[in-house]
């Protein structure tokens, strides 16, 4: 059996999940793959009992079947829950969301039992999220969007009852960690990476704040929720040391799970792990574990465009004035300069293509020299209706069967 957990460099941003692994006979199991259902819960026991995982794959090979699962963090790739009323008001002007609501239902959509900020300076800089963050993404996607801003990452924590818990970078682990272990044996600890972070730089690509001082002292955060509250709380908070640090082999008292601490034996202080490969057996649990390694040089916080070009355009997104919506079509998005409010015009299609406008159309070229021909007996049929469009002759020629059309023959050019 083995358990594993690893948090993106430094900890400044991301969505972290554990993975619990473990092999049976195949012999013991031949129908593995209905004995063992996706989503299943599974717990390893004992005295000190593991975070519950779920099983996402099984393989086997002629000897064993391998069972792999994750923590409950694998349930925010759901679709995070809402739809466009949410986003408007009574007098249909759009309204951001509270960013206690957007935690809360993903607490609600993905089975957390609550969420922890451990920073209410955030909650004060960043009190609502705007729909372009929120609509047609998944609760990953928002966490991630989060955890950018906030600089930190996103865990499950808790035995008793799965919670939603925020890491950030920069504070004091000893006070946010949820799981501690003892080393009693244990290889030299290897530090071999070490940063002084003094500057925040913050930008939404409009508005800077704080000083690129361009070295590796500087972390750069590129996010559309950056203002001036939100750096100050980063700023007050991020400033630190990071140092990385190494453990080949150590033999741990209790099973592993995020955020992490390790008493070593022969250090005077708790060391803050955010990687950890465990291997557990009826002799221990021998882990490899850590802190990440980092790049000393000139180190930059991955900015909004790169993120951009490193996936799909996501639904939802909007890019200048127009947005892709789930139901296959576009809306353009028109915003008012004078208030702010905005409203979206576009089409959607449906099965058998066909397409569904909001409002009228209207080419910008204009249609001229309209004419039009009526039944000599009788002036509310019409017969014929030609025009001019884009320099092309449109001739529409109808047939009456009594008081119904009997048929419409259009054609184009000049058939005269």
């Known amino acids: 059996m083995e358990m594993s957990f690893s948090v993106s460099e430094m900890g400044t941003s991301g969505v972290c999940s554990e993975c619990f692994s473990f092999a049976l006979p ?3 199991h031949p129908n593995y793959f209905t004995e063992f259902p996706g989503g299943t819960a599974v717990q390893l026991g004992g005295t000190a009992p593991s975070p519950v995982f779920y099983i996402s794959s099984k393989s086997a090979d002629d000897v064993s079947v391998k069972i792999t699962c994750y923590d409950r ?22 309204i951001p969301m509270p960013i206690g609501t957007v935690l809360s239902r993903i607490c609600t959509e993905c089975g957390f039992a609550h969420y922890f900020l451990n920073d209410n300076a955030l909650t004060t ?8 963050l929120l609509l047609g993404r998944t609760c990953r996607d928002v966490l991630t969007t989060l955890s950018e801003a906030f600089c930190g990452y996103w865990c499950c924590s808790g035995l008793l009852s799965p919670d939603l818990y925020f890491v950030p970078f920069g504070t004091d682990m000893t006070a946010v960690v949820q799981s501690y272990a003892e080393a009693e044996y244990h290889e030299a600890l290897r530090y071999n990476s070490r940063r002084t972070i003094q500057h925040i730089y913050l930008t939404d690509n409009t ?3 704080g000083t690129d001082a361009g070295g590796s002292d500087t972390i750069r955060i590129n996010t559309p929720l950056a203002n ?29 799970s995020t955020p992490f601490c390790v008493e070593f034996d022969g250090e005077e202080d708790p060391q803050y792990i955010n990687y950890c490969t465990a291997k557990i057996s009826s002799r221990g649990i021998l882990a490899s574990l850590g802190r990440n390694k ?22 939802g997104d909007v890019w200048k004035n127009t947005e892709v919506t789930k139901s296959g079509g576009l809306k353009m998005v028109y915003v008012n300069e004078n208030t702010g409010s905005k409203k ?16 009228g159309m209207l080419s910008k070229q204009g249609i001229t020299d309209v004419v039009c021909t009526y039944d000599p007996s009788d ?8 025009y001019t469009y884009c320099g092309e002759t449109v001739k529409a020629v109808v047939t009456w069967v009594g008081d119904n059309i009997g048929s419409v023959l259009i054609s184009e050019g000049d058939d005269d």
């Open 344 to 359: 979206k015009y576009g089409f959607d299609t449906h099965e058998g293509g066909l397409t569904a406008f909001d409002g």
């Open 73 to 94: 963090m694998t349930f925010t790739e759901a679709d995070f829950p809402c739809d466009e009323s949410d986003f408007i008001d009574q007098h249909g002007n759009e």
């Open 125 to 132: 800089a960043v009190p609502t999220i705007p729909r372009s």
């Open 379 to 386: 002036s509310s049929k019409l017969t014929e209706l030609a």
């Open 26 to 28: 195949l012999s013991e």
């Open 207 to 209: 508005a800077e704040y």
């Open 228 to 256: 001036p509250a939100l750096y100050s709380a980063l700023y007050a908070r991020a400033r630190s040391l990071y140092s990385g640090v190494s453990c080949g082999h150590a033999y741990l008292d209790a099973l592993p």
């Open 294 to 315: 980092i790049d000393e040089g000139a180190w930059a916080y991955k900015n909004r465009t790169r993120r951009e070009l490193e996936k799909r355009y996501a639904e």
